[in-house]
């Protein structure tokens, strides 16, 4: 007989050490995979995490590949935190790039300070408003935010092919489906000559500074945490649940607007169809690995960005399979949730009881 | 403590300093768009990059690399890491080649299917896939029964409307009758769209089901559904063996060998290379002998004649769907305006997307 019990003391220190053990975990299997697939493990391992980031420029792609993923699994964990599950980080990146893009064209020849803050502004709120779709659905018409937010990423999507193909393809584009270059005054500010590291990254670390704040400093971070640990509770306490859903999706959305704007007025560039190789999904696993907590998901999101650069790295130098970067993401969460499992529940391993044959 | 941190820091620069050595050969870097077992647009590219390895010169592939903010990275990385010709192997990737080639002078570009060469270092390539669209046409304008062409198209982007007009018009001369319906997917690859149109094709009464997709399904389907098909990038008979009757073939190899050798020999110069039938950059699979040996001979006949020059695909005269006159009767298109064609020829149903 194995009998589950729910642990009722969990230390907190634990609880943040377990992501650590987690990577750890995932160092080691990764390592035996590479050694079954027959690579050195040792140096395989040195390619995928080291390599990458031994020199600037591969420091500076970590940070422009884990900016948007930062952004997007900070505004995530304020969803998480409330039980809220928004699945749909994903379109409303999109969603975001698309409104942002559109007034990016529409300034397209002007100069002037005032285009790029207007394009970012009005990114946030594209990708606010596509969150707040599933949010007043779940509050007003009880439906599951899950499935809402998750079909609305493939409306993004489609609506995005739409838009390139057709109406916003560059007239002198030969019908490629693709905008045209926004002009330099809708670009975000290069950081470093030669580098592709630019201003977004200050948004970034803004958001996490400001999510910081509301989540510990204020009675609205108060409510959000209180309503994830008990609804009831936080309904006993008089708490608005319907407001704070909804607010909880529009800071969410506004993330990922702000990603998805980033994306494309920095490295981007333009609008066309791969905007974001699933960033929004992504953003999922950072958010749970850095504990839905500002400060983790920075080093969280940092190490998933280094999973991308690795699997490159290892495929060039190696040619190990560009997939094992997916399998180590993979692998990550599995140990994490696992590990979780592990820390929250005692597993007793009983005698059989003739009582009970 | 301190032995064990020395020997530590002694091993990995004993890596590093293995990596530095290995970057002295002369190497040759490609980027996918997508996984090299596509059986289709990627696997013929890796294809090629085989031959370049078996011709003695090192090669490394990336595969399944986004259109996105990646592949600046992936193409920079390749040049920093001791590449001297990087094959970049989709449209997406024409901006990316650019901006490292221009920080990397001494490494060599060759991006495929564009059109920019902003550097004397980037050369284009692509191949003339409307030949084979015009041996494919004279086959479906004999074979169908229904006179009804299905075919399924990505991008309405110049490259497949060339192919979708060369179809049209080697069919129309062999069954004035056939008309050609298109269902436009938007994609390069995605297996469940493909069939599904390949299906909606079949149910409007197409007899034929040819693609501008890269995926083996629409020749699966066609197959369930007892029709002809045509394989699209390599030859995809295995996976329809009654319907296909032939695929045409992307043959980078010889050209991917050619360049290689140019590039280590140092005699690599800035080109834009447009190969067909003639080069062999265009190929076709052994055609299906269900047809009959009298249109067997007729295509062999055509294709050699095609790769001689002594028919063109786009001969006058030729019509768009309004009767407008596009190419005068006598002369053929120039490379112009077949790089930049954006209508449809007559027997064409249905309007581009815009």
Known sequence: ?????????????????????????????????????????????????????????????????????????????????????????????????????????????????????????????????????????????????????????????????????????????????????????????????????????????????????????????????????????????????????IIVFMISGACAGLAGVGEITGPIGQLHRNISPDYGFTAIIVAFLGRLNPVGIIFASLIVALTYLGAETAQIFLQVPKYTGQVFQGMILFFLLGSDYLLFFKIKFLGLKKNEL | MYKYFLRYIISVLFLLGLSVQANADFKVGFVYVGPTGDHGWTYQHDEGRKAVEAAGIKTTYVESVPEGADAE???????????????????????????????????????????????????????????????????????????????????????????????????????????????WVFTWYDPGKESEAAQALIDQGADIIMQHTDSTAPVQVAEKAGVWSFGQASDMQRFAPKSILTSIIDDWAPYYVERSIAARDGTWKQQDTWHGLKEGMVAMAPYNSAMGSDLVKEVEQLQKDLASGKTHSFTGPIYDQKGNILVAEGSVADDGMLAGMNVYVKGVEGDIPQ
Not at chain 1, 69 to 75: K, N
Not at chain 1, 120 to 127: D, K
Not at chain 1, 132 to 139: D, E, G, Q, S, Y
Not at chain 2, 99 to 123: C, I, L, M, Q, W
């Open chain 1, 1 to 245: 007989m194995i009998k589950i019990e729910k642990r009722n003391d969990v230390s907190p220190s634990i609880y943040f050490l377990t992501p650590i053990l987690a990577i750890f975990l995932t160092l080691f299997g990764g390592g035996i995979i590479f050694y079954v697939l027959g690579f050195n493990p040792i140096i395989a391992l040195k390619f995928f995490f080291i390599t990458p980031i031994s020199d600037l420029y591969g420091f500076s792609e970590l940070l422009v590949k884990a900016t948007p993923l930062c952004l997007i699994a900070i505004g995530l964990s304020f969803c998480f935190k409330s039980n809220n599950w928004n699945i749909g980080a994903e379109g409303q990146l999109i969603f975001g790039g698309i409104v942002g893009g559109g007034v990016a064209l529409l300034f397209y020849g002007h100069d002037g300070f005032y285009v790029l803050p207007i394009i970012i502004l009005s990114g946030a709120i594209g990708g606010m408003i596509f969150a707040m779709i599933p949010a007043v659905l779940k509050t007003y018409f009880n439906t599951n935010e899950i499935l809402v937010s998750l079909m609305l990423v493939y409306v993004a999507k489609l609506l995005l092919d739409y838009l390139v193909v057709g109406p916003w393809s560059n007239p002198e584009g030969f019908n490629f489906p693709e905008t045209r270059q926004f002009s330099e005054s809708a670009r975000m500010p290069i950081l470093f000559d030669g580098l592709r590291i630019h201003a977004g990254i200050f948004i970034t670390l803004m958001t996490v500074f400001l999510s910081w704040l509301i989540l510990y400093k204020t009675y609205l971070g108060f409510q959000i945490k209180v309503s994830g640990l008990s609804l009831k509770t936080a309904k006993y306490a008089g708490y608005k649940g319907e407001t704070m859903i």
């Open chain 2, 73 to 183: 990275r992936v193409i920079r990385q390749l040049a920093q890491s001791g590449h001297d010709l990087i094959f970049t192997t989709s449209f997406g990737y024409m901006d990316p080649t650019n901006k490292v080639a221009k920080d990397f002078p001494n490494v060599k570009f060759e991006h495929a299917t564009g059109y920019k060469r902003e550097h004397s270092n980037v050369s284009t390539y692509s191949a003339r896939f409307y030949e084979g669209r015009t041996l494919l046409g004279h086959m479906a304008g004999k074979m169908t029964k229904t006179n009804v062409i299905g075919y399924i198209a990505s991008f309405p982007i110049p490259e497949v409307i060339r192919g979708i007009n060369a179809m049209t018009l080697a069919a129309q001369k062999v069954n004035p009758d056939i008309k050609t319906k298109i269902v």
